[in-house]
């Protein structure tokens, strides 16, 4: 299976790394860029760089569309003429609607919801499809470095929050616990940063492997009368109102754009 990839940023990159680390031959790989410089590096790691995202999408049978989603447009009315039914299209823009898609495909399309952390074989790559898609070569290609879940389109914007913008929202999290501990200790951001990221590591495989939820680890940990309970407290007396008005923002943001982006369609 020939796969096609336009527009080599952040997540291209990372999809065409984890295609080639679980198995995909470089060769099988076309990918065309806005910037030159970029598609210059693919040809040293034996990738077929294309100077046209047209040429991208003659070659592939999977072709996936890693731009902005305002860019999304452009690209489809330059390769429109050379979609045939048979090519699978798929799109990890936020926002963007397979019904936009559809517009300019008649064939198999795809929403996906990547998420960085698959750079290192971890996450949950969020998917929908629509009634062309058939068979489970998509989950096949990205289930190689990335947990696969099925979801309705309809559930994308809050779900991508949990899973492709929660790594982000998580780091904001982690750099404060860090910044709030620092004028009571002698340590420096840079130890303290290692001794959280330790401890969020494995404070997730624990959740993970045991299958335990939330409420048993905190209560193993937070024993009555002691610091942990105390602080504990605290955070779920503020959090409630800051996460809710966190989803509150991220839902309006993706709206927004939503909206922005169909006006273009
Ligand atoms: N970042 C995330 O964590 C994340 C997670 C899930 C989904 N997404 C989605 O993934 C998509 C890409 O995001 P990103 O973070 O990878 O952005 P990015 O790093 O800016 O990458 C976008 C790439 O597309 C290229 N490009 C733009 N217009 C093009 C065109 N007409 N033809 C060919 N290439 C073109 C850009 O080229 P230049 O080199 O010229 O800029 C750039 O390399 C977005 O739709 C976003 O919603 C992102």
């Known amino acids: ?16 790394e984890g295609f080639i680390r679980t198995g995909t031959m470089p060769g099988d790989l076309f990918i065309s860029n806005r910037t030159e410089s970029k598609r210059q590096a693919l040809q040293t790691k034996g990738i077929v760089a294309c100077t046209y995202n047209r040429e991208t999408a003659v070659a592939a049978d999977i072709l996936f569309l890693c731009v902005k989603p305002m860019e ?48 290192i074989g971890e996450g949950v790559t969020l998917m929908a499809h629509n009634h062309r ?31 492709s913008c929660a790594p982000g929202l998580f780091s904001v999290m982690m750099r404060e616990f860090v910044r709030a501990a620092i004028t009571h200790t002698t340590l420096d951001e840079k130890e303290l940063a290692a001794l959280v990221v330790e401890t969020m590591y494995g404070t997730a495989r624990l959740l993970k492997e045991s299958g335990e939820p939330f409420d048993n680890i905190i209560s193993r940990v937070a024993t009555k009368g002691g610091a942990t309970e105390a602080g504990a407290a605290v955070l779920e007396q503020g959090l409630p109102q800051v996460f809710g008005e966190m989803f509150r923002k991220t839902l309006e943001r993706q709206a927004d754009r939503a909206a922005a982006v169909e006006k273009e369609f």
């Open 72 to 119: 999304i447009k452009p690209v489809l009315e330059e390769i429109k003429s050379v979609l045939t039914p048979d090519k699978h299209l798929v799109s990890i823009a936020g926002s963007l609607k397979i019904a936009c898609i559809e517009k300019y495909h008649s064939g198999a399309v795809s929403r996906i919801m990547p998420t960085l952390i698959s750079s």
């Open 1 to 16: 299976m020939k796969i096609g990839i336009i527009g080599y940023g952040s997540m291209g990159s990372m999809l065409a």
């Open 133 to 163: 898609v058939t068979g489970n070569a998509l989950e096949k290609l990205v289930g190689g470095f990335s947990r696969i879940r099925n979801v309705p389109e309809s559930e994308f914007e809050i779900l991508s929050d949990l899973t």
